[in-house]
């Protein structure tokens, strides 16, 4: 078989029901607003509610993944999360049985920050190129969580992709070669008795752009390719404004001039406008980025070059690239992702902050988690140390519409 011809046979994106805009933070904490919209980037933020958890977003955005799949034909999934609920069984099984998948399926869980979900795909890839006719389904979901009050906060959002790779893909064809970059630092970190992470962030910022030159170098020692080789370029976002300092970054390293503003529009504007409304998704932001720019530009993208890079704190990153697929717009959910973002819940400030600050008991005693407008799963409880996860039917999903937020 063609090892090129390996890539995303469907697509699905799920993000929380309920947001908060930025300009009720900034008033809440007396700073201007200009310093989240413009200088980061982001104008809200998804806020999962006590019912939803990686799990659940994760099921949500795969059940829209396979709606045209035939689930029998999944061979692994793989969940990437740095929110995991767990620290032994991998949000993998929880989902596997929400969704109903074939007990031959091989189910676990990946970590390594944000790039857990592309060293996922790296592998999904290697399996089907050493099979044809599997069907891997990756599910990268995540919750990003700060303190309230610092300056993390106005980054935080949540969100889940879900992808099916195989050798009959319908969006996007990857290309082979692909550039890496591995180093142990502290920029980024959650330890295990801590529900925040903890994050330098100008250092942060430092070893994502460093991470971006190494992982570059080698993509283009391997493929031969240049920075005008590319039509469009998504980045890792922990906020959208870090794409404007990337792109820049890799023009200079690439000795071109730096980005005029319609070469930036064309080349990463698209990207961003799911992540300004979302908020940071962790694994899920680079692919959240992808989908962005495929169900937003108005242009036939089918034959373009798309340039990926993918960052992990901590710290692992990836660089590599694939070209849109004739008929690939079939295969999306534009107007679904359209009316969910826009029909999301605003909460106020009162109601955000008790969202932030609900508890799962840590005793194990029986909890029943109060109803919110979910998707088509959510985390009914928890009964002796068990999550309990319960799947919602469409009356109930409709009804919640229009209940006020608990």
Known sequence: MDVKNIGIESFGLYTPRYALDLHELARARGVDAAKYTSGLGQDKMAVPPPDEDVVTIGASAAYEALRHVDASKIDTLMFATESGIDQSKAAAIYAHALLGLPRRCKSFEIKQACCGSTAALQMALALVAQKPGRKVLIIASDIARYGLGTPGEPTQGAGAVAM????????????????????????????????????????????????????????????????????????????????????????????????????????????????????????????????????????????????????????????????????????????????????????????YEAFYRHELPKDGARYVTPHHCTGRYRLAGVEQHKRLYETVDAAARNAAQHELVA
Not at 206 to 219: P, V
Not at 306 to 328: Q, R
């Open 164 to 351: 099916v790779i195989s050798d009959t893909p319908t969006v996007i064809a990857f290309d082979t070669e692909w550039g890496s970059y591995t180093e142990d630092v502290m920029d980024f970190w959650r330890p295990n008795y801590r529900d925040e992470a903890l994050v330098d962030g100008k250092y942060s910022i430092k070893i994502y752009l460093k991470a971006l030159a190494e992982s570059w170098a080698q993509y283009h020692e391997e493929s031969g390719r240049g920075f005008h080789d590319h039509d469009h370029y998504c980045y890792h976002l922990p906020f959208t404004r870090m794409a404007d300092k990337a792109h820049t970054h890799l023009a200079k390293i690439n000795e071109a001039p730096e980005p005029t503003p319609e070469q930036r529009a064309r080349h990463i504007e698209a990207s961003l406008r799911y992540n300004r409304v979302i908020g940071n998704s962790y694994t899920g932001s680079l692919y959240i980025g992808l989908a962005s720019l495929l169900e937003t530009t108005q242009e036939n993208l089918a034959g373009h070059r798309i340039g990926m890079f993918s960052y992990g704190s901590g710290c692992m990153a990836a660089y590599f690239s694939g070209v849109v697929l004739p008929g690939y717009r079939d295969a999306l959910h534009a107007e679904r992702h359209a009316d969910m973002l826009e029909d999301r819940f605003p909460l106020t400030m009162a109601q």
